[in-house]
């Protein structure tokens, strides 16, 4: 068992910046790929990004290609995210999630532990 704990989130101007963190416990999580997921009011979750087990190769929703880096430290048994130029449309509950497998993937079902969310609100 996989628990996870996300911290960063907070109220934010447009245009600027947060550093999302999320630290595991339970097992080591240096092994498998993890991933940012967002949900805003009244919408679905949606990815944002994922980083496979070594830290390379991350993937990213369209969104936020550019803005948004995704990061780990397997050392620490943890997973970063730094939001910059932050827009109100990124507003939402922000998950950090693990999955089984070592490769990194924008699926949500394929992820098994999620975090309790973190809330990123950005004003205009």
């Known amino acids: 068992q996989v628990q996870l704990v996300e911290s960063g989130g907070g109220l934010v101007q447009a245009g600027g910046s947060l550093r999302l963190s999320c630290v595991a416990s339970g097992r080591s999580v240096s092994g498998v790929a993890m991933g940012w997921f967002r949900q805003a009011p009244g919408k679905e979750r949606e990815f944002v990004a994922a980083?496979?087990?070594?830290?390379?190769?991350?993937k990213y929703a369209d969104s936020v290609k550019g803005r948004f880096t995704i990061s780990r430290d397997n050392a620490k048994n943890s997973l970063y995210l730094q939001m910059n130029s932050l827009e109100p449309e990124d507003t939402g509950l922000y998950y950090c999630?693990?999955?089984?497998?070592?490769?990194?993937?924008?699926?949500?079902?394929?992820?098994?532990?999620w975090g309790q969310g973190t809330q990123v609100t950005v004003a205009s």
């Open positions: 980083i496979n087990w070594s830290g390379n190769t991350p």
């Open positions: 999630a693990s999955r089984q497998g070592a490769l990194a993937t924008p699926i949500s079902s394929l992820y098994k532990y």
